[in-house]
């Protein structure tokens, strides 16, 4: 069908209907100034409503070229869309112009370098008039989108030093582009959707709908209550009494604090001290205090997300299970819907409440989003649509950072930095939380200078938070023994009941678990990342049971220091980082039933190994420390003088190790003009290194059901977030030799292109063994193992 070429604005679209007569069609004027509303009540949360409105308004510009226009009536022809609003925005509004460019032009695509290569196609080559089409033909439009001659907006505020400011500048420009992206892309993303169900006779889609944070609240205030009493009553000896005072002191002091103003703060609790739940409710009483929007909780460890957000629905009861949104890869989405069905009583049901859940997903709508520290923090430097669509809901957000300790050190200044502009320009509540809390103030508490560049003002929560570390301290940490071989370890381990012994990686956590296994096999237990999630469950709930029946002892790797609730009287662990010390001191007498003299952590140093190579430094700085006999090992002040060891180290030579990719830097390099390397910053901001290839073991009868569904599935996503419980993570050496022999093959490679890889039923049976894992015997495997955790 041909269109004429002369047009006004009432009769073009957007989108195509399904009706001839294009009555059904969706007008662009319509879906600009929807998107443009949108957009600017989104970005109205971080003082930026105008800049949000010009870049919903110019989005889709493009789409009045008669080529688009074309396009919709089944011309076979690519048109660029994007380009037209960002060359307006650019030419019209000078700098914060050139960031609104970004906007526009990267709202399918992603956000762009400014200069130079990579894809998306740089900005500085789509804002060329000599390569990319003009202003679109469509006479009329400028009058009936009014585009702003001005723009109004709340200038942010700068860091107070002056050097960190001039520093962080470019880094703060493209936070501000990132947000704005997100709030753009989010818009239209709705606007479309609500359109498409419309069409569709569907009604609406299941977003929203949540109660206030104020009811979540009142339903997690009754739950402590209850907890508390049973608590009291459960308790067995004194032990266990004093750590239900502590507790119960916790949180108690997190509401009395809930009203001091938004910002940066800190929660120092030793582990067992109930920092979770504390957290939760000081966040939920902040957040109904002071009008934010919702609770972000960050973990760092993948493996113990769905025990938080469990532990979470668990307190806000049936009825608001649903409030309570996992966001990783993890996510089971059949665990979630069966939790949701529950909750749904007379209500919508378990179906529409998952569709809401799977929905919210996208965007972080919801009152509490349970993620990770990769999926927070590399989407807050990510340039990709997906990633970034979310952004804007971290604004106005209580974000409790649970373990700390644990951000990478190659990242940290770059992500201090986001941290305290989330705080300082977008009305953000930062929590600090962790047992080890690390230096990342500008300041120490005796007010000299910590680490340069790092967060101000920040407020401890607990009162005396050194005070409360003694009354709650549970185990003696005794100095290393020195170097001990296999033999040796496993003759101190035979002589007790229970013990838990915790290596450095994976390969030496299986031959210690082998050589103590030949000594006495009953009651002797392997836990590793070698296993599956669904294996080491079960594995856990086997050590459980032989804990209580008095004869149990455990090799692990870290894997066990992630949150897992189990308690042993003697633990022993290989020379770590102190914070690695203190969280493996957190599996040894949890619920008080010992006295601290009796509940030991023993430090030694492993013969005929070297270490991780990434961790040599937190082992060298925990030595220094552990060298000053007047320092308690997991004492704050022993704490802290860690940390200032480990970060001088990372910054005493030519490179800054706090940014080992140069993000601040290369941010800053071309901002006075606007050019921002978006797409090189999201390549290099990754908090995990690649190296490692995910395999599905067919572990179990349901995870070979589930195999044999993807075999047969059009669509995967459902059945991957099903088979997360069954997949090992396989250094990329030994998977190509699994490959190579046939033991590790794809599923429906052609389809699939290799995104899952299975281990066949035949190895199963071979390699994956009942109390090791994955055991694959080839002196390749063995020799990369060596360097895993």
Request: proline share 5%.
């Amino acid at each position: 069908m041909s269109l004429p070429q002369e047009r006004s604005v009432a009769d073009t679209f957007a989108h195509t209907g399904v009706n001839a007569d294009r009555s059904d069609w969706h007008l662009l004027r319509c879906h600009l100034h929807a998107v443009a509303a949108l957009a600017e009540q989104r970005a109205a949360k971080f003082g930026a409503a105008s800049l949000g409105r010009q870049c919903g308004l110019l989005h889709d510009l493009g789409k009045y070229s008669n080529a688009f226009q074309a396009r919709l009536n089944g011309a076979p022809v690519r048109v660029d869309h994007s380009t037209a609003g960002a060359r307006v925005v650019a030419k019209k509004y000078q700098l914060v112009g050139r960031l609104l460019a970004y906007v526009i032009a990267g709202h399918h695509a992603g956000l762009a370098n400014g200069t130079g290569e990579g894809h998306p196609t740089p900005l500085d080559v789509r804002l060329d008039t000599r390569r990319y089409p003009g202003i679109p033909e469509c006479p009329g439009w400028e009058q009936e989108l009014a585009v702003a001659d001005e723009l109004a907006w709340t200038q942010h505020t700068p860091h107070p030093d002056k050097d960190t400011a001039r520093d962080r500048r470019g880094h703060c420009l493209a936070l501000l582009t990132r947000m704005l992206f997100s709030a753009a892309v989010d818009a239209d993303r709705l606007d479309t959707e609500a359109f498409y169900i419309k069409a569709d006779g569907k009604g609406e889609a299941p977003r929203g709908g949540w109660q206030p944070l104020a009811r979540l609240k009142a339903q997690l205030d009754q739950h402590m209550s209850q907890m508390n009493v049973r608590s009291e009553q459960s308790a067995e000896n004194a032990g266990q009494r004093a750590v239900n005072t502590e507790r119960a002191r916790v949180l108690a002091t997190a509401r009395a604090k809930a009203h001091l103003q938004p910002g940066l703060f800190s929660l120092t609790v030793p582990t067992g001290g109930g920092k979770t739940l504390a957290s939760l409710t000081f966040a939920l009483d902040h957040a109904v205090q002071h009008g934010l929007d919702r609770v972000i909780y960050v973990i760092p460890f993948t493996s113990i997300i769905e025990q938080t957000a469990r532990v979470f629905r668990g307190a806000l009861g049936e009825e608001l299970a649903d409030h309570v949104l996992e966001h990783h890869s993890a996510f089971r989405e059949d665990e979630a819907l069966e939790q949701l069905q529950e909750a749904a009583g007379g209500g919508e049901s378990g179906l529409q409440a998952g569709e809401r859940l799977r929905l919210a997903t996208e965007n972080w709508d919801a009152p509490i989003i349970v993620t990770t520290a990769v999926q927070f923090f590399e989407s807050l430097f990510s340039n990709r649509t997906s990633k970034c669509r979310k952004l804007h809901n971290i604004a106005r957000s209580v974000v409790i950072l649970d373990e700390a300790q644990t951000l990478p050190l190659k990242l940290l200044r770059p992500s201090v930095a986001v941290l305290d502009e989330l705080a300082r320009n977008y009305r953000s509540t930062i929590v600090l939380c962790t047992a080890t809390q690390p230096a990342l103030a500008a300041k120490r508490p005796d007010g000299s200078d910590g680490l340069p560049g790092g967060l101000l003002h920040v407020r401890e929560i607990v009162d005396a938070p050194r005070e409360l570390y003694e009354r709650l301290k549970r185990v003696t940490v005794r100095p290393s023994v020195g170097k001990l071989t296999d033999a040796d370890l496993v003759g101190r381990l035979q002589q007790h009941d229970k013990a838990l012994c915790i290596v450095g990686t994976r390969a030496h956590a299986r031959e210690l678990f082998i050589e103590l296994q030949k000594k006495e096999k009953a009651g002797t237990f392997h836990l590793s990342a070698l296993m599956c999630p669904a294996h080491r469950s079960e594995m856990l709930k086997a050590i459980r049971a032989a804990l209580d029946a008095g004869r149990c002892r455990v090799v692990a790797t870290t894997v066990i220091e992630a949150g897992v609730d189990i308690d042993f009287p003697n633990v022993y662990r290989a020379m770590a980082g102190l914070d690695s010390i203190a969280q493996a001191a957190g599996r040894c007498n949890r619920e008080g039933k010992w006295s601290a003299e009796e509940s030991i952590v023993q430090l030694f140093e492993v013969e005929g190994r070297t270490s991780i190579r990434e961790l040599r430094a937190n082992e060298d700085a925990a030595r220094e420390v552990l060298r000053k006999p007047d320092l308690d090992p997991l004492g704050l002040e022993a704490i802290e003088a860690y940390f200032r060891r480990l970060h001088w180290a990372r910054t005493a030579g030519r490179e800054d190790g706090l940014d080992a990719k140069g993000i601040l830097p290369r941010l800053n390099a071309q901002a006075h003009e606007g050019w921002l390397p978006f797409a090189d910053i999201a390549r290099d901001f990754q908090m995990i290194e690649g190296g490692m290839e995910p395999v599905i073991i067919p572990y179990n009868d349901t995870a070979r059901r589930l195999l044999a569904e993807l075999a047969e599935a059009e669509r995967p996503g459902r059945l991957a977030r099903k088979l997360q419980p069954y997949i090992v993570n396989v250094p990329r050496g030994p998977f190509q030799e699994l490959q190579r022999i046939g033991r590790v093959v794809p599923v429906q490679k052609y389809r699939f292109q290799g995104q899952f890889m299975r281990l066949t039923d035949e190895a199963r049976q071979e390699v994956y063994k009942e109390d090791l894992g994955l055991d694959w015997n080839d002196p390749t495997f063995r020799k990369i193992e060596s360097g895993i955790v």
